[in-house]
């Protein structure tokens, strides 16, 4: 079935660095989500990236889908405390029966030392 | 505000007892999900409603069952707990509606077994 994975599955960062989280795939994505989850809290929907290439900004959070739709990332720029959490990219099912479905990847667990 | 709401935030049960817990949204979506996640993971998607169309994943045990009596509500029945289901139980709700096929979810009930 349709895996997507994603490294690293920690990272430690000092404020004001960049992190960059990564996730791919060995089938073609129709599109990837990513969403945050706060620990403690509950996974927050950041984006959507639908097309071959594209690039998205908010703020200092950019994300990106490869060329090849098979992989994305999400690069935070001059991280802050309040970035902590955990990032997760998922993938909606293509197949039957599992459209509207999110394939999850495993996670990134950001810290930020301040 | 339009949202999901989870109810109980915290539920203990016994080992064996039969556990309700229930969502609701304000948001008017056609898809309802049911998510387990469990420490340090990505959340498992169990089964979804589209509208009144039940979709069970295939590696959910049967011990978990759902009812969706109308749009806004849905239910998780865990007919027999065991240690093994202790986890937060997110609902999630989309539309599917073009490209927006984002997640809204709940803040999760949080569910220990004794």
């Known amino acids: 079935g349709q895996q997507v994975m994603q490294i690293p599955q920690y990272q430690h960062v000092q404020e004001g660095e960049d992190f960059t989280t990564y996730c791919n795939s060995s089938?073609?994505?129709?599109?990837i989500q990513w969403y945050k989850q706060r620990p403690g809290g509950h996974p927050v929907f950041l984006i959507q990236l639908v097309k071959s290439g594209e690039v998205k900004k908010q703020k200092r959070l950019t994300f990106q889908f490869g060329e090849a739709k098979k992989n994305s990332s999400l690069h935070i720029t001059a991280t802050q405390t309040t970035d902590v959490g955990t990032y997760f990219c998922a993938s909606m099912g293509n197949y039957g029966g599992s459209q509207g479905n999110l394939i999850f990847g495993k996670g990134t667990k950001l810290s930020v030392k301040p | 505000d339009a949202m999901v709401i989870q109810n109980p935030r915290y539920q203990v049960t016994q080992f064996g007892k039969p556990v309700t817990l229930s969502c609701s949204q304000t948001l008017n979506h056609n898809v309802m999900y049911w998510y387990q996640q469990k420490s340090s993971q990505a959340p498992k998607l169990l089964f979804h409603?589209?509208?009144?169309?039940?979709?069970n994943e295939a590696d959910t045990p049967d011990n978990f069952q759902s009812r969706r009596p109308n749009t806004s509500f849905c239910f998780l029945d865990i007919r027999s707990p065991g240690l093994g289901d202790a986890a937060m139980y997110l609902c999630?709700?989309?539309?599917?509606?073009?490209?927006?096929?984002?997640?809204?979810f709940g803040p999760g009930t949080r569910l220990t077994v004794l």
């Open positions: 999630a709700t989309s539309s599917l509606a073009g490209e927006r096929d984002e997640q809204f």
């Open positions: 089938t073609t994505l129709s599109n």
């Open positions: 409603y589209y509208d009144k169309d039940f979709n």
